[in-house]
């Protein structure tokens, strides 16, 4: 970089070093500033959700807070005097009449290790330069919130300005990013994929928006099979392949809601649309269907045919691999290295299958409960 | 000629183009000049035909010529493809009407690499923002949805 031209350039060290403190200054303004949203009149609600195994701890600052954020998390809500495995701290400005501080990262542009002259921000929301060790950040921009985790404390920081302007995407999969840098500690991770299955084991759909994820899965939440998710669940490779539920909700282009007619009566009486998508929430109408846990069994990357009947086709596992990691890892502020090892040990073990997805929806659930019945799984 | 690391995995999402180098775990996305370079990459073409192919949208420019070298060099750099002088007849297979024009004017080939490395830091304020700190504007293709 050329020092001579901006004449405030910094090294690569100095940055290092002077970033590193300037974040963990912020994240003490943060915890301070949450600290005094519940010296407010409000009383914060604390509520407690399992999920992969562990507790974790969700404290509102005030109960207005609530329907933005737990709608999509009840089916996991739990009563426990247990110690958190995690604490996430939920607030916005607005209802809380306080004014976060500003970022010490606002206006800053990087030069990347590429070379370029790039903004702090990225598209998925991390926040260049600004994460170590220990703290974790980001920022979602059309939600204007923000995520940070303190990794030695385990409690993690939500804020958005205001609650009430949070995006359909955001509240039908709350603090997904914060949870994500807390569970891939533990060897799980974020997937962008649908899953459905028995309690024996199930299928995970994976594939960019529009491919047909949502309508294969909430097809078959009137078919017997149990649902995990629709869009967004937690998978680990070891010591088996396994799916997790996070949230109960379930996004739906509004010209294909009558494709899957049957989820109409849990649609979202709160939120705000986005991409003309729809949100319902399956819990507590559909409570039975939906499982907390299943093993995985095989990979499922739909395909919009046009054609009349569905049919599932052997896919290799590069293919899983691409699909699986790219459309998860565009979305997820910090997913590297730990997400990639995850998704090639699952696509290894797990067959895939192309499932060309016919536009009689009803013949989807079928075939995969025909395949979830077959005998030998493992691809190795 | 170039080929594409067997490390790469990539795709197109909603007009980005996207990677990620399997062994690093790093992610790496592309604007659209970009992303239009590497898919002629993809389909064997010559760092000259490149140029070309270019040259002939926008005219002949010194800076188009730099850039999409530069964008190259990057690209060799971060292992992302590898020089293989033997593919004549992915050459032969490239239909130059597939280029399209997507703007008035050439807009630099940018490739962004997400990794947890630290990077540096400049203190040019290039967004803008609010009084309280926090953006005003939106970047492209953040929806995280």
């Known amino acids: 970089m050329d020092e001579t031209k901006t004449g405030r350039a910094l090294s690569v060290s100095d940055v290092t070093q002077k970033s590193d403190v300037l974040l963990d200054d912020y994240l003490t303004s943060v915890r301070e500033q949450f600290t005094r949203t519940l010296g407010s009149n409000d009383t914060p609600v604390k509520k407690h959700f399992t999920l992969c195994g562990n507790t974790i701890k969700l404290i509102f600052a005030n109960e207005k807070l609530l329907p933005f954020i737990t709608p999509a998390l ?102 997904r990013t914060i949870l994500n840098w807390w569970l891939e500690e533990r060897g799980f991770h974020f997937a962008h994929g649908a899953a459905v299955g028995t309690s024996k084991g199930g299928v995970l759909i994976t594939g960019k928006g529009g491919s047909g ?168 | 000629m170039f080929e594409i690391s067997p490390q790469v995995i990539h795709e197109n999402i909603d007009g980005e183009t996207m990677l990620v180098r399997l062994d690093t775990g790093n992610y790496y996305s592309m604007n659209q000049t970009g992303g239009q370079i590497w898919s002629l990459i993809e389909k064997g073409v010559s760092e000259v035909q490149i140029i070309s192919e270019f040259t002939a949208l926008y005219g002949s420019d010194k800076n188009i010529t730099e850039q999409i070298r530069i964008f190259i060099k990057q690209l060799i750099a971060e292992d992302l493809i590898f020089q293989n002088g033997n593919s004549p007849e992915a050459t032969d297979a490239f239909k130059p009407d597939s280029l399209q024009k997507l703007t008035d004017s050439f807009e630099s080939p940018l490739i962004s690499k997400y990794s947890d490395m630290q990077e540096l830091l400049i203190l040019d304020p290039i967004h803008d923002v609010s009084d309280a700190g926090w953006p005003n504007t939106k970047p492209e293709n953040n929806s995280n949805g």
């Open chain 1, 74 to 175: 009840e089916h996991l809500s739990i009563t426990t005097d247990e110690e958190p495995a995690i604490e996430i701290c939920v607030w916005d400005d607005v209802t809380t009449d306080t004014d976060m501080p500003a970022p010490p990262w606002f206006g800053h542009a990087v030069q990347t290790e590429i070379g370029n002259i790039e903004g702090v921000y990225t598209h998925r929301g991390d926040i260049r330069g600004f994460n170590n060790k220990r703290i974790k950040a980001a920022f979602n921009w059309s939600a204007n919130a923000l995520s940070m985790y303190d990794r030695e404390k385990a409690t993690g920081y939500y804020w958005t300005k205001d609650a009430r302007d949070l995006p359909a995407y955001e509240t039908s999969a709350p603090l």
């Open chain 1, 213 to 380: 994820k949502s309508t294969a899965a909430l097809a078959c939440l009137n078919s017997g099979l149990f649902y995990i998710s629709d869009d967004y669940c937690v998978v680990c490779a070891e010591p088996k392949p396994a799916a997790y539920s996070v949230f109960s909700s379930a996004k739906v282009d509004s010209g294909n809601i009558f494709r899957v007619g049957h989820i109409v009566p849990a649609r979202a009486k709160t939120g705000n649309k986005h991409d003309d998508k729809e949100v319902f929430f399956l819990y507590p109408r559909f409570a039975g269907q939906i499982a907390q846990e299943f093993p995985l069994n095989a990979i499922l990357l739909p395909r919009i045919t046009g054609n009349f009947d569905s049919a599932l086709i052997s896919a290799p596992p590069a293919e899983c691999v691409k699909a699986l990691t790219l459309s998860t890892m565009c979305q997820f502020p910090g997913a590297g290295k730990k997400a990639v090892d995850i998704f090639l040990k699952l696509a290894n073990t797990l067959p895939g299958y192309y499932l060309d997805f016919g536009t009689d929806v009803a013949q989807v659930p079928k075939l995969i409960s025909d395949l979830l019945e077959k005998k030998g799984w493992s691809r190795k």
